[in-house]
């Protein structure tokens, strides 16, 4: 049983824990991620761990509720617990030599960029950080991202918060106007980590992708996470979720991705309050 130390809602949909899990607090590093158990009838759902405290054996994840296991999840408090947390899984970043990065994410997926601009900026790095959401009501984590950032760039879809426009077009903006990146970090929807890809590719700019493909045991014998990099099956689980974007076959994930869309739906009864 992994204890919840710290609740807080994000926003509507958007919920932040911190759970003790020492083991996987002691090990864990930028790009893994975890996959969860809120009971025994529960399914297993893969979630970036958002940040860790090696001294206090804890990890952060962010959770969007959008189906019945991560309504229940959503659903817990301070000093509950989940049944089972595994990790780290997956491949840790890899960075190389870079001085100056531009972080891409795009709603939820900036829990899993603010670890990455996290790791560069306290090695010395120029970290841009990109955070793109549809509107202000839906922003999470501004003051954490802007804390690991050299410049953080709030946009919105609608213009209600920040830049008015998509995390493309600041990030084209930022490399017309003549800023040098070593490397792109993009993670969000799979649409828009295609189209910062597409805008990078013209530039030459490497382009990292953290793939979110439909996942059952996050250990590479399923075989549900399979995408195609540069003409080869690839499995998120275990080679990813980071990948090389301009290599990455993003109309086939966004197909495998859709397979349950009707099945992903969560039904709440109206007499009980449960999810099923």
């Known amino acids: 049983m992994f204890k919840i130390l710290k609740r807080k809602q994000l926003n509507d949909s958007v919920v932040l824990m911190v759970i003790d899990a020492p083991f996987i607090a002691k090990k864990a590093l930028p790009g893994q991620f975890i996959i ?3 009971d025994e009838t529960g399914e297993r759902i893969p979630l970036t761990i958002s940040d860790y405290d090696r001294e206090k054996g804890t990890i952060t994840i962010v959770c969007q509720t959008v189906g019945g296991s991560t309504m229940k999840l959503a659903a817990l408090n301070e000093g509950d617990s989940i049944l089972d947390v595994v990790g780290p899984l997956g491949t840790a970043t890899e960075y190389g030599e870079v001085k100056s990065v531009a972080v891409v994410g795009g709603g939820v997926g900036c829990a899993i960029a603010f670890p990455q601009a996290k790791a560069l900026f306290n090695a010395g790095v120029d970290v841009q ?3 793109g959401f549809r509107s202000k009501e839906l922003v999470i984590l501004e003051d954490e991202m802007n804390a690991v950032s050299t410049g953080f760039h709030l946009c919105t879809d609608d213009g209600s918060a920040g830049f008015h426009g998509f995390v493309t077009d600041k990030l084209r903006s930022l490399i017309e106007g003549g800023k040098h990146f070593d490397l792109v970090i993009a993670i969000g929807p799979v649409p828009m980590m295609k189209f910062v890809c597409k805008t990078t ?51 086939e994930l966004m197909r495998r991705n859709s397979t349950y869309k009707e099945e992903e739906k ?11």
């Open 201 to 251: 590719e013209p530039f030459g700019v490497k382009t990292l992708v953290s793939l979110n493909p439909i996942m059952i045991d996050g250990t590479g014998m399923c075989g549900c996470c399979r995408v195609t990099v540069d003409g080869v099956t690839r499995y998120a689980c275990v080679d990813g979720p980071d990948f090389d974007g301009h290599k990455v076959d993003f109309d």
């Open 36 to 38: 969860y158990r809120t």
């Open 266 to 276: 969560a039904h709440v009864c109206r007499l009980t309050g449960g999810v099923r």
């Open 129 to 131: 950080l990109i955070a």
